[in-house]
């Protein structure tokens, strides 16, 4: 007799060879195979302890890879003395052609009669063979799965693995099957899902005709199919840690109506001493008792305290009396087993309450299922069965409490902060306990115990996160009440998945139209399913998923200060195939209506086109789907919209201007069409690879450049070489750029020679307007903040040329406290200022503030060697927080009050050091906006923190050595003081 334990079964794909390949009985041609697990002990002890093989697999041109398996034994004798029972552990390994490597482990054993429960059906056998230069993979022994055929596609960029697409003919087996789900289709199912789970599937590389992602496909249709079955049949499809109302907010009624009372504190205990068995407290020192609370007295363990949640108030100490019922709450048991009668029973999942002598509710965690463990009278192997209701109630009355409550429909887990249901159907939703104001929000919680009338719950509260390392173990005792509402369940639960909606818009302005959301309101998220038909085949599911999430934008440290309840909102549209486009923005009951309009959508056969509404002539992003199998597709640009580009990129007037602005900031929505901007590494992503999108992009920026008579020198950054750059004229365009560009307004090449180190650092210091910068000027020095942590300070005299002595930094303090940041948490944050909180965007950044009610912003929306300053002001009124252009004199001025700052020339300069650059940049302050690269290192080296002295005669940076390691001793980061002198 055994029991046997199957572990790791989500780790999918797992083949070994047979016990008949160890004997060579199989021919090549049959490929390896997965045997089906061994059904009792004395199989799987009698397997060979090592087992290896392979199989050759031709694929095409050149040699493949062999399918290689391998399969240990490992037994492990009993140990009587400490109930110990026999057990084989059996691993078995697979590396495919592909190159992936997993595993599964499963174990069996040896229980004692009477004591075994009833095994699940064994795992079937598998068969994996390469015919006709195809990977065939068979689930032999469960009828309804049909094999699976994986055609190679290529060898994949980073590898030189082959990389797998279901062919067609496997597509047509597998469809049918997606539809049904009667109990031979959950079998496929879920076996099917095991073995296509982590076949890897997409190919990477430029030079692919097709990158095919229908093992992803697959995988996921069958997931839906698992998922849809699973749900039909009342079981809850998820199996996630997240309750049902966070994964699907926006299903209206489907949480029951549970309402707690506030949290009341009684007192601080420490954990119970006795065993404590996941969530299920065995001799717990909480039990309740005529409905109080009681509280075993941890010194000595005899006495006992009871709390009144009615009176609201302790009694006295009594000595201990757990009542008549309280060994039913106990589950002792040998080795990790429970005690049921006179046996020793596995247990199949966390003891929850004893019904009986001889039966037990046990919570299943991961399928968020409840079963009862019962034995006979007799001899008889012990059972599972579902739960009653009247047992639960009864026993809950009869308890010192437990986790169940409502009459034993539901369960407490405190270890997520949900709460489930104990029978079909079943599912789990939030306590709503984590909201920002709730007390229970970063706390983990302990020991839950519902009182046998339901109406209270008790549970220890753990120390926050910033003490999660303390030895010290004290919790807080907590006391709430509990009342749930009229509730009937529903035969089957609402699936979580997004609604299917049918709208052509995808995202909305962003305008928040009230009412305003509140901090303490948490987020909302809102997603949805639209349908799209691309001409495919009309049984393959094609939807995209859109995502709106609206979140508070202000905190409540500095809620009162920020004016006009503004919210943060955040939209994404997926695709398949993995293309995302998403933005964020920050609206503001009071705002004018935004000026970007809405994204909308069209599909049509083997097309998909996405535009802003609202800009005449604007394109639209037109993409030609490459279909795979399972709704696999690659994206391509389209013709019609390069046509389109070409035609409006001809012109100069400002519609033509307009229209392509709008469309680069559409297409700049995607993560991977960003890494095409100016001054950042072009990365082969889905966008860039879409023909000659990424040289559109430049094009438009260069035009755009070329109109406004702004950051001409943005020709340095443009691609000249290739078909594209040639279609789009790229050659013509940078020439015209270097035209427009003046000549570099700093002499630096004669300064140059008159650079001098003079010193060197660990590390790069903050400069500011950084808070509590590192490097900055005073009284004419510059001042370096000691690094080694003791709070000295030491300033070079640049006229003297020499260091003076190390002090205090509070004999050196920094000049101007009001003319640094007034937080660290840009970008993209509510920015306090003048006694309000602004909110900026995170393509503005703070670089020189003017006073303690006003501030340079640089504006980076166009991108980072794009930058344009205004100046964002607070009236000390209760007027509008306006912003308008700044004045070199009020430059020159606050650089002057400063330590240190990026402005130069007398307030007409500012300096800028792009993302990832090697040097830094010369920036106008004042319209026109202009750019020039500042040549101060050679290409050796990197510049940081450049900073230049408050009478304008001096610039200090930190050169770095490019492209070495970080080696303080190989290559030091020295400190350098250049003298300027201002050009013509």
């Known amino acids: 007799m055994h029991f046997r334990t199957v572990r790791g079964w989500c780790l999918g794909l797992l083949l070994t060879l047979s016990s008949t ?95 075994q429960l009833p095994p699940p059906p064994p795992r079937p056998r598998i068969r994996v063979r390469c015919e006709a230069r195809r990977l065939k993979l068979a689930v032999e022994g469960v009828p309804e799965a049909p094999l699976l055929t994986l055609e190679p596609i290529g060898i994949g960029a980073a590898s030189a693995s082959v990389k797998f697409r279901v062919s067609r003919d496997s597509e047509a087996r597998f469809l049918p099957l997606l539809v049904r789900d009667d109990a031979g289709a959950r079998e496929a199912l879920k076996e099917l899902g095991l073995l296509i789970k982590d076949v890897p599937s997409r190919l990477y590389g430029r030079d692919a005709d097709l990158e095919a992602d229908s093992v992803a496909g697959l995988a996921a249709a069958l997931e839906r199919a698992r998922k849809r079955v699973a749900l039909a049949s009342g079981d809850d499809p998820e199996r996630s840690t997240t309750p049902r109302d966070v994964l699907a907010p926006d299903l209206e009624g489907d949480r029951p109506p549970l309402k707690t009372g506030d949290p009341e504190t009684i007192g601080e205990v420490q954990p119970s001493k006795g065993q404590v068995q996941s969530g299920a407290p065995v001799d717990s020192d909480l039990f309740w008792r005529q409905g109080r609370l009681c509280v075993a007295q941890q010194d000595t363990g005899k006495r006992m305290r009871c709390y009144d949640p009615v009176a609201r108030s302790w009694g006295k100490a009594v000595p201990l009396d757990r009542g008549d019922q309280s060994a039913w709450s106990s589950f002792p048991g040998c080795y990790g087993r429970i005690l049921m009668g006179t046996r020793n029973v596995r247990p199949p999942g966390e003891p929850v309450l004893r019904l009986s002598p001889r039966a037990v509710l046990f919570w299943r965690t991961w399928d968020h299922e409840a079963v009862v463990l019962e034995v006979p009278e007799g001899d008889g192997p012990p059972r599972l069965r579902a739960p009653e209701a009247e047992e639960l109630k009864k026993a809950m009355l009869a308890s010192t409490g437990s986790r169940l409550f409502a009459e034993g429909r539901f369960i407490l887990d405190e270890n997520n902060k949900q709460f489930c249901s104990v029978r079909r159907p079943l599912g789990c939703w939030s306590l709503q306990w984590d909201s920002p104001y709730e007390d229970e929000g970063s706390h983990r919680l302990y020991e839950a115990r519902v009182s046998p009338d339901g109406r209270w719950v008790a549970y220890m509260r753990g120390p926050g996160p910033s003490k999660a390392d303390s030895d010290d173990e004290t ?70 998923e859109t995502q709106r999430i609206v979140r508070p934008y202000y905190s409540p440290v500095n809620q009162a200060a920020c004016g006009g309840d503004g919210v943060r909102m955040y939209q994404k549209l997926s695709a398949p195939g993995g293309l995302e486009f998403s933005r964020s923005g920050v609206a503001v009951v009071g705002d004018k209506q935004s000026s970007e309009g809405e994204v909308k959508m069209r599909c049509q056969p083997g097309r998909l086109s996405l535009w802003i509404a609202g800009v005449p002539d604007v394109p639209a992003l037109t993409l030609a789907a490459n279909m795979g199998a399972f709704g696999a597709v690659r994206w391509d640009l389209a013709p019609e919209t390069e046509a389109r580009l070409q035609s409006l990129l001809a012109r100069d007037d400002a519609p033509a201007r307009e229209a392509l602005a709008a469309f680069a900031r559409l297409v700049k929505m995607n993560d991977d069409a960003r890494d095409a901007s100016f001054g950042e590494k072009k990365e082969e992503g889905r966008i860039s690879r879409m023909g000659c999108l990424s040289t559109a992009l430049e094009a438009i920026s260069a035009r755009r450049a070329l109109a406004d008579g702004v950051h001409p020198e943005l020709h340095g950054s443009l691609e000249t070489d290739g078909a594209c750059a040639k279609r789009y004229g790229m050659r013509a365009l940078q020439q015209r750029l270097e035209t427009a560009t003046p000549p570099l307004p700093l002499s630096v090449g004669a300064a140059k020679d008159k650079a001098e180190v003079i010193g060197r650092v660990l590390l790069v210091p903050t400069t500011p307007p950084w808070p509590t910068p590192g490097l900055y000027w005073r009284d004419g020095t510059l001042c370096l903040v000691q690094q080694d942590g003791r709070g000295q300070v030491r300033c070079y005299d640049p006229a003297a040329r020499e260091w003076g002595p190390t002090v205090a930094m509070y004999s050196r303090p920094f000049p101007r406290e009001d003319l640094l940041l007034k937080s660290m948490s840009q970008p993209g944050s509510c920015y306090p200022m003048g006694g309000r909180a602004v909110p900026l965007s995170e393509d503005m950044l703070d670089v020189l503030p003017l006073s303690s009610r006003a501030s340079l912003i640089a504006d980076l929306s166009h991108g980072e060697l794009s930058p344009e300053f205004n100046v964002i002001e607070v009236p000390e009124d209760a007027g509008p927080v306006r912003t308008r252009a700044p004045t070199v004199e009020e430059l020159a001025l606050a650089a002057r009050n400063g330590g240190g700052s990026a402005s130069l020339g007398e307030g007409r300069f500012l300096l800028r050091v792009p993302k990832d650059a090697r040097s830094p940049w010369l920036c106008t302050a004042v319209r026109p906006w202009l750019c020039w690269k500042l040549p101060l290192e050679s290409e050796d080296y990197g510049v940081r923190a450049p900073m230049v002295s408050p009478d304008g005669r001096w610039l200090s940076y930190v050169r770095i050595p490019w492209g070495k390691p970080d080696d303080p001793k190989k290559y030091p980061k020295e400190l350098v003081l250049l003298p300027l002198t201002p050009g013509p």
């Open 475 to 544: 919790r807080t005792l907590v006391v709430r009440s509990l009342k749930l509402g009229s509730y009937v369940a529903p035969r089957v639960l609402a699936s979580t998945a997004p609604r299917l909606v049918r709208t052509d818009v995808v995202m909305e302005k962003p305008l928040w139209e009230g009412p305003s959301l509140k901090w303490d309101d948490g987020e909302r998220l809102t997603r949805a399913r639209i349908s799209c038909d691309l001409g495919q085949d009309p049984r393959i599911p094609f939807e995209l």
């Open 21 to 115: 390949l160890a004997a060579a009985a199989e021919s090549p041609s049959q490929g390896v195979v997965l045997a089906a697990e061994p059904r009792t002990f004395a199989e799987a002890k009698a397997l060979p302890e090592k087992l290896t093989g392979s199989a050759a697999c031709d694929l095409g041109p050149g040699k493949t890879p062999d399918i290689t398996v391998s399969q240990s034994v490992d037994v492990t004798q009993a140990t009587p003395n400490s109930c110990l029972p026999a057990e084989v552990v059996i691993t078995q390994t697979l590396s495919l052609p592909d190159g992936s490597r997993v595993e599964r482990r499963f174990s069996i054993v040896d229980d004692a009669p009477g004591t």
